[in-house]
């Protein structure tokens, strides 16, 4: 007889030891609105931890919109958008989305994930090669994976780097993917030069704008308006669940390229549609970003505030150039106790551990919302400042 398949899950002690110390920081219940203000586990927290980057989650027009949409068209589409899971605000929202961001046409996945790996792994068959960067989110790792072509990785943001592997790979077809803005460390990829390498070889280029979307650029178009470099990017992904404040993924391309990814994705095939009310959120939340570019305008002055007051207080806030400010603290214990003590001082915020980070540079990573106030953003600062001391990361 072989071994029990549940072994590993009978000795997987890492959680209960987190949860004996109260150091275990997942899953914990919120019972309110993702404001900046929520209550967890029963008490009010300052949130530090949250993607609702422009305060759009509990809008009354996207909920309004989001209440329209599910009364006209029911609470589920029950089905895949290659059969009877399609509706005309689906494609609304998709012509709406593919004009603001100046694609030809865009396709609406059921989640984010959902488009990386469906997107990713269509694009790439056999012999051709996904040249990524190290940093990269896990679900453009998984739609590598999901690939037939080969993956292959560049140190994070070095370009020297990116080029030695396209030189490496040269005379195969290749898709350079990176993240727009790096959901832990908060810096902007090197757009300039990974198009300027692209023209060089004549490959093409893909960007994730989950956490640049409606955040960074202008008009919160992302990393190619922040470049200025719209037409630079061939193929451009973005979440509906952060700045989108639903949920949901969009790629965007030329009208070819969509449609070859809508014929053979796997996950837009094979799971069912966005269902009406997250569709009809979307939509008012797009329109949003348009009409209120006061909320990026804030966001923005947030984001410097902090990062320079954590700077000032001692923090290694990395190389964050955007909404998201980690904050080097250690270990992963540290980092565990730190979110502890966080907690217990009012501040609801995230650690990021080992794999995710290198060992010994574990984070706090914190991200901000238009919707903070000043007060909130005092109160965060208080409590970090008298964690980091007592925890003698700070001096
Ligand atoms: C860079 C990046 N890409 C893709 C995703 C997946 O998006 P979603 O959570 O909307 O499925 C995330 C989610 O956190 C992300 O940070």
């Known amino acids: 007889m072989g071994s029990d398949i549940f072994e590993k899950c009978y000795n997987f002690n890492v959680v209960n030891n987190l949860k004996i110390k109260g ?48 009364k006209k068209y029911g609470t589920s589409c029950t089905g ?19 004009k603001f961001v100046g694609k030809e ?29 190290k940093l990269d989110h896990a679900s453009i790792i998984d739609g590598c994976r999901l690939s037939f072509g080969e993956m292959v990785r560049f140190r994070h943001n070095d370009m020297s780097d990116l080029e030695r592997q396209i030189v490496r790979c040269k005379g195969k077809c290749i898709l350079i993917v990176v993240d727009g803005v790096f959901s832990m460390e908060g810096d902007i990829t090197n757009l300039p030069e990974i198009a300027r390498l692209a023209k060089k070889y004549g490959v093409k280029v893909f960007v994730d704008e989950a956490h640049s979307l409606g955040v960074i650029g202008k008009n919160g178009k992302g990393t190619g308006e922040y470049f200025n470099m719209m037409d630079d990017i061939d193929v451009l992904m973005a979440t509906a669940s952060k700045s989108l404040a639903s949920i949901g993924g969009f790629i965007a391309s030329k009208a070819e390229v969509v449609d070859y990814i809508k014929h053979n994705a796997r996950t837009m095939i094979f799971t069912a549609s966005l ?26 002055k947030i984001s410097k505030k902090m990062k320079s007051a954590f700077k000032s207080m001692g923090y290694d806030t990395g190389c964050s150039e955007s909404p ?10 540290v980092a565990f106790k ?9 501040v609801f915020a995230s650690p990021v551990v080992t794999p995710a980070v290198q060992e010994g540079h574990s984070i706090i990573r914190t991200s901000y919302m238009a919707t903070h106030s000043d007060d909130n953003l005092n109160f965060i600062l208080e409590k970090f400042e008298k964690v980091g001391k007592q925890l003698n990361i700070l001096v």
């Open 338 to 346: 730190m979110w502890r003590m966080l907690f217990d001082e009012g």
């Open 105 to 133: 046409e865009a396709i609406l996945f059921t989640t984010g994930h959902h488009s990386n790996l469906g997107a990713i792994s269509s694009l790439a068959g056999k012999n051709e090669v996904l040249i990524t960067d």
């Open 80 to 98: 895949s958008r290659f059969l009877n899971g399609t509706n005309d605000l689906h494609e609304k929202v998709e012509r709406k989305f593919a």
């Open 275 to 300: 269902p009406p009310a997250c569709v009809g959120a979307i939509e008012a939340a797009l329109d949003l970003i348009v009409a209120e570019p006061e909320r990026r305008a804030r966001l923005i």
């Open 324 to 333: 998201i400010i980690p904050l080097v603290v250690g270990s992963d214990l």
């Open 23 to 70: 150091f275990y920081p997942y899953f914990h219940k919120v019972e309110s609105v993702q404001g900046p203000e929520v209550i967890v586990d029963g008490e009010k927290k300052i949130v530090v931890c949250s993607n609702n980057y422009l305060g759009l989650a509990n809008h009354p027009k996207v909920i309004e919109a989001s209440i329209v949409a599910m």
